[in-house]
T-cell receptor
Framework: DAGVIQSPRHEVTEMGQEVTLRCKPISGHNSLFWYRQTMMRGLELLIYFNNNVPIDDSGMPEDRFSAKMPNASFSTLKIQPSEPRDSAVYFC????????????FGSGTRLTVV | TQLLEQSPQFLSIQEGENLTVYCNSS?????LQWYRQEPGEGPVLLVTVVTGGEVKKLKRLTFQFGDARKDSSLHITAAQPGDTGLYLCAGVKDSSYKLIFGSGTRLLVRP
């Protein structure tokens, strides 16, 4: 199993540009999570999908952020327009059967908005 | 305010030393997980503890869940440079899907 795959690994973009982060969860996992990690705030849950349906997006900071999961093997997190304060490492994680079995995280996308 | 407070925030020790990191909360959790994160990578699950008072061992790592299920500790015996990383505890409340992560303990083991 290749694990959770995220792309790109690094993204540098100018303020105001659209950014799209991608995630391929582990096959068979029915839950997908997007997290953001910064030194100041640690790991923050942005959105949670179960069986491709968004269940909780209360962690999405602003309307500039949106996430989709068109099928069980693919999800995107989009920021439009991006701002310097969005700079962080964004992680995708997947699991089967909820949180009690633990999450498998991807390697993350380091986003820098200049 | 962090729901799960970890201490210490930073720890730098010599290879061969023992150490304990703590994860504390005023809330009760149905289970608690420990992850280790290395630079440039995502967190990797080490263990899940479910029962109050439970102790689990993973080679040189010993994990304990508090009797009241509000706190946990991780003890490393004879630390090695390969133990270097960010240690995160994460709690699950009731039947929630949400993992609530602590602030992390950054460990450096010097050779």
């Amino acid at each position: 199993d290749a694990g959770v795959i995220q792309s790109p690994r690094h993204e540098v973009t100018e303020m105001g540009q659209e950014v799209t982060l991608r995630c391929k969860p582990i096959s068979g996992h029915n839950s997908l999570f997007w997290y953001r990690q910064t030194m100041m705030r640690g790991l923050e849950l942005l959105i949670y999908f179960n069986n491709n349906v968004p269940i909780d997006d209360s962690g999405m900071p602003e309307d500039r952020f949106s996430a989709k999961m068109p099928n069980a093997s693919f999800s995107t997190l989009k920021i439009q327009p991006s701002e310097p304060r969005d700079s962080a490492v964004y992680f995708c994680a997947s699991s089967f059967g909820g949180s009690s079995r633990g999450y498998t995280f991807g390697s993350g996308t380091r986003l820098t908005v200049v | 305010t962090q729901l799960l407070e970890q201490s210490p925030q930073f720890l730098s020790i010599q290879e061969g030393e023992n150490l304990t990191v703590y994860c504390n909360s005023s809330s009760v959790f149905s289970s608690l997980q420990w992850y280790r994160q290395e630079p440039g990578e995502g967190p990797v699950l080490l263990v899940t503890v479910v029962t109050g008072g439970e102790v689990k061992k993973l080679k040189r790592l010993t994990f304990q869940f508090g009797d009241a299920r509000k706190d946990s500790s991780l003890h490393i015996t004879a630390a090695q440079p390969g133990d270097t990383g960010l240690y995160l505890c994460a709690g699950v409340k009731d039947s929630s899907y949400k993992l609530i992560f602590g602030s992390g303990t950054r460990l450096l083991v010097r050779p």
